[in-house]
């Protein structure tokens, strides 16, 4: 067992940072239309035993105003440095408002830098093997 992962994990490596990379890219070209805006976050709500290992995740709303109009949407992510009545930038959807990510769009972040690692350690074990 441990033979076949040690021949394949450079390809798995490979193949999943490709995967990464290309999802990072998908998200660019999803959101590059969004607008900036201000939102102020209205309430976050604690959901215990969801996340990972049976831990605690949160639903952060925000509010904001598109052309006049309010609208309240939920986050697509959060962190220990969010609170009720704090004001953060989002981006959304000009053809609908109600479709919102965060300025930082910290999963395309994640998903790039992911990919790139993954890739770079893919290739080095494959040259690795080569030039043995």
């Known amino acids: 067992m441990n033979k076949i992962f040690r021949k394949t994990a450079p390809f798995i490596a490979l193949a999943g940072g490709i995967l990464f990379i ?5 998200s660019i070209k999803k959101h590059k239309n969004f607008t900036a805006a201000t939102a102020t976050i209205t309430r976050i709500e604690r959901v215990e035993g969801v996340g990972a290992d049976d831990s605690d995740d949160y639903n952060v709303f925000v509010s904001y105003k598109v052309n006049g109009k309010e609208y309240e949407s939920k986050l697509g992510e959060y962190s220990a440095s969010m ?3 704090k004001k953060i930038d989002i981006k959304y959807n000009p053809e609908d408002p109600g479709n919102i ?3 930082s769009n910290l999963s395309t972040v ?3 830098v992911f990919g790139t690692v993954a890739v770079i350690a893919g290739v080095v074990l494959i040259l690795k093997r080569i030039f043995r």
Request: glycine share 14%.
């Open 101 to 103: 990510i965060s300025a």
């Open 83 to 85: 609170s009720e009545g």
């Open 22 to 26: 290309v999802l990072g890219f998908i």
């Open 110 to 112: 994640i998903y790039l």
